[in-house]
């Protein structure tokens, strides 16, 4: 009788482990594919002394309803639709600019995350970079690190949360820093 409740409590113990596992690994389970249409920054360029912001940095998906977040810690972003600051938000196939908030020592690193979503959906995420490549900060341009979508599986978009959208790009980010 020992031996059957003994049997008992470890199976369920086992059950338990296996349960809570397969719930605490549930949320990482996505699949991602890069892609390089999604960003096009290769025109742009800001230019201090003449407050030139050339072209803009320029997000595309083929779902024209889809909408980026865009958002940087360091500078001021803007779409020309009478929305700037730290967090913009892009319609598909069109762009937005990166603008100091004051002279930078041209040393640090920044970084704009973009999150692509529709309705309710995450769809995918970009991280882009803003560099200078002079001593004074002076000329600023812009590369794109990595862009990816979650595409969809089984003909359903993926369950992609904020908290694994942010922890993907932080890990991105953290694979870029000097």
Known sequence: MVKNITKK????????????????????NYTEVETEDMVDCSLFHYFIARSWIGDPINLNNSD???????????????????????????????????TPEEQRSGDEQIFVEVVLKLNSKILGYAVIEIY?????GDNYYAKNIKSALFPKVNGKYQNITEKQVKKIIKKVIGENTL
């Open 132 to 136: 200078t490549n002079d001593q004074f």
């Open 9 to 28: 409590i470890i199976t369920i113990g086992v059950v338990l482990i296996m349960a809570f596992s397969l719930l605490a690994c549930r949320g990482k």
């Open 64 to 98: 024209e309803a889809a909408i980026f977040d865009c958002s940087v810690d360091i500078g001021i972003l803007d779409n020309f639709q009478n929305q700037n600051g730290k967090n913009v938000q892009v319609k598909s196939s069109e762009g937005f600019w990166w």
